[in-house]
């Protein structure tokens, strides 16, 4: 079945350090891609998207390339904040309304 | 209007009481969802309704049951819940297959 496979936290980062998160996935067809960010005591945000193979979606600074040859979609930012601090789900959208995400990753940004 | 609004934010019942959560959104989104998240965890889909039909019922106890009065409002009602019901419970709402979902700031139920 489709699945989703994120990298183990907590990750602990100190402010201006590069991230990466690692996702990979398991899904028949074409599914669509996503990072969610949930700040404590909140809901989960929207951070980015990808469609396709190749696409590359970012926001606030965030990236993350769909990669259809490894089945993978890490979200990467080039220097992290204190407020970056929160939790990071991985997920995809295999067609149905069937959201699958991973089991989420938090990520704790030190000053 | 790019919202999906959950209404109570908190809520605490008893085991004997029934309630109800409610969810509306304004974007035309003909799909919205309810999802349960327990701590540190990821959310756990619950219901579907799409076009106001229920379309997934991911085998939910029944005493969770799910309305879609109309395109913009989705509730869930409550009763007889356990203790380990206390949780998250997220609205979601996207407007095509494989499209962005929209999710609610939710509703923490904790149940006494």
């Known amino acids: 079945g489709d699945s989703v496979t994120q990298m183990e936290g907590p990750v602990t980062l100190s402010e201006e350090a590069f991230l990466t998160i690692n996702c990979t996935y398991t899904?028949?067809?074409?599914?669509?891609l996503f990072w969610y960010v949930q700040y404590p005591g909140e809901g989960l945000q929207l951070l980015l998207k990808?469609?396709?193979?190749?696409d590359k979606g970012s926001n606030k600074g965030f990236e993350a390339t769909y990669r259809k040859e490894t089945t993978s979609f890490h979200l990467e930012k080039g220097s992290v904040q204190v407020s970056d601090s929160a939790v990071y789900f991985c997920a995809l959208s295999p067609g149905g309304n069937k959201l699958v995400f991973g089991a989420g990753t938090i990520l704790r940004v030190k000053s | 209007d790019t919202e999906v609004t959950q209404t109570p934010k908190h809520l605490v019942m008893g085991m004997t009481n029934k309630k109800s959560l409610k969810c509306e959104q304004h974007?035309?989104?003909?799909?919205m969802y309810w999802y349960k998240q327990k701590a540190k965890k990821p959310p756990e889909l619950m219901f579907v309704y799409s076009y106001e039909k229920l379309s997934i019922n991911e085998s939910v106890p029944s005493r969770f049951s799910p309305e879609c009065p109309n395109s913009s409002l989705l509730n869930l009602h409550l009763h007889a819940l356990q203790p380990e019901d206390s949780a998250l419970y997220l609205c979601?709402?996207?407007?095509?297959?494989?499209?962005?979902?929209?999710f609610g700031s939710g509703t923490r139920l904790t149940v006494v």
């Open positions: 899904a028949t067809g074409y599914p669509s």
């Open positions: 990808a469609t396709k193979a190749d």
């Open positions: 979601a709402s996207s407007q095509a297959d494989r499209g962005r979902y929209t």
């Open positions: 974007m035309g989104h003909r799909a």
